[in-house]
T-cell receptor
Framework: QQQVKQSPQSLIVQKGGISIINCAYE??????FPWYQQFPGKGPALLIA?????SEKKEGRFTISFNKSAKQFSLHIMDSQPGDSATYFC???????????FGTGTRLKVLA | KAGVTQTPRYLIKTRGQQVTLSCSPI?????VSWYQQTPGQGLQFLFE???????NKGNFPGRFSGRQFSNSRSEMNVSTLELGDSALYLC??????????????FGQGTRLTVV
């Protein structure tokens, strides 16, 4: 019940295309869902996060869509760029803690 | 504002030895959490500290321990190292778990290799 399932494991997108990464969770106590971006040799960097009281959040080219009833959330990267090539992790946690349950990661490659 | 500082960045240890890793959070942040990252298991939560108290602990053996000091700096210790402990150990700094919507910021990690 603590798992967060992330798909796909890897993704190849053409420059200018849309990258979509999906995550699903089971624990309904989760109420904070961040997405992190990680480049090789670096720590994860927070991209965008959402709480279940909204269905969508947009920051620049990054959008989180959240479906509370389906217990699913997804990251959309619009106008994908080669510089977006990295590994993306979704995560979930409950309020009052920074114990994040991470998805298994998606390795994104954007072709120039 | 300086980010999260983890030292050392790289470490090579022999099986059976012990190791101590250090994390200095962002100034003003009082919460520190630790994660282990491996290719096989991904990012796994180790423990979380706030105001020198361990608030949560992950599913790791007792060889893994940590502590937080009054200045919010944190250390984690791994005793009797095993080959499987080779990983990137990440520290995350956060303002206060009592605040809704605060984020966790990760350091660059300490790459531990056990030989």
């Amino acid at each position: 019940q603590q798992q967060v399932k992330q798909s796909p494991q890897s993704l190849i997108v053409q420059k200018g295309g849309i990258s979509i990464i999906n995550c699903a969770y089971e624990n309904t106590a989760f109420d904070y869902f961040p997405w992190y971006q990680q480049f090789p040799g670096k720590g994860p960097a927070l991209l965008i996060a959402i709480r279940p009281d909204v269905s969508e959040k947009k920051e620049g080219r990054f959008t989180i869509s959240f479906n509370k009833s389906a217990k699913q959330f997804s990251l959309h990267i619009m106008d994908s760029q080669p510089g977006d090539s990295a590994t993306y992790f979704c995560a979930a946690s409950t309020s009052g803690t920074y114990k994040y349950i991470f998805g298994t990661g998606t390795r994104l490659k954007v072709l120039a | 504002k300086a980010g999260v500082t983890q030292t050392p960045r790289y470490l090579i240890k022999t099986r059976g030895q012990q190791v101590t890793l250090s994390c200095s959070p962002i100034s003003g942040h009082r919460s520190v959490s630790w994660y282990q990252q491996t290719p096989g298991q991904g990012l796994q939560f180790l423990f979380e500290y706030f105001s020198e108290t361990q608030r949560n602990k992950g599913n790791f053996p007792g060889r893994f321990s940590g502590r937080q000091f009054s200045n919010s700096r944190s250390e984690m210790n791994v005793s009797t190292l095993e080959l499987g402990d080779s990983a990137l150990y990440l520290c995350a700094s956060s303002l206060d778990p009592g605040y809704v919507g605060t984020e966790a910021f990760f350091g660059q990690g300490t790459r531990l290799t056990v030989v």
